[in-house]
């Protein structure tokens, strides 16, 4: 029996025909199940190679030089919250932001709350410089983040009002 849904193998399937070969649907296929599962396990590793004629090693190496994806082992939260570091960020607070955000979800970057909502990460640049301090959430920019901002974002995410 497969791994992966049917909805997910369609959704990496559609992109065969816009791509020049299907090696390159290896990136999209990874942030589809990535998406979806909020890691990729090693039997989708095996199935997104199988759907593109690749062996599961290409798959993997693709996956891995990218740190954007997570292996089973280290599963992301409903929601990834981004804190940017990088200079314009840093000098507009966003170490203390980053700090006051390990504080109140108890976890360091990288880590996952308890109730798996909110995984907390460090970025470099944004592209929202203007915006600085700037979080992401997904792939929803916040701009001008305070801790209290922050606190209203975290609460959402829990789903208190
Ligand atoms: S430095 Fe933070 S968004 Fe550019």
Redesign the pocket.
């Known amino acids: 029996m497969a791994f992966l849904s049917e909805s997910i193998r369609k959704r990496i399937e559609d992109y065969i025909p816009r791509y020049p070969s299907k090696q390159a649907v290896t990136l999209p296929a990874l942030h589809i199940v990535h998406d979806e599962l909020r890691c990729v396990p090693r039997q989708a590793i095996r199935e997104i190679a199988e759907i593109l004629g690749l062996s599961s090693a290409q798959v993997h190496d693709t996956m891995t030089f990218y740190q954007f994806f997570r292996e089973e082992d280290q599963k992301l939260g409903k929601a990834r919250l981004w804190v ?7 000098i507009r607070g ?1 170490e203390e932001l980053l700090n006051h955000l390990c504080d109140k979800l108890h976890v360091q970057p990288g880590g996952t709350t308890p109730d798996g909502k909110i995984t907390l990460e460090f970025a470099e ?5 203007e ?4 979080v992401m959430i997904d792939d929803e920019h916040v701009h001008n983040v305070t801790n209290e901002k922050a606190d209203e974002v975290i609460n959402e995410l829990r789903g208190n009002p």
């Open positions: 940017c570091r990088s200079l314009a960020c840093q966003g640049c944004l592209g929202a410089c915006g600085a301090p700037a």
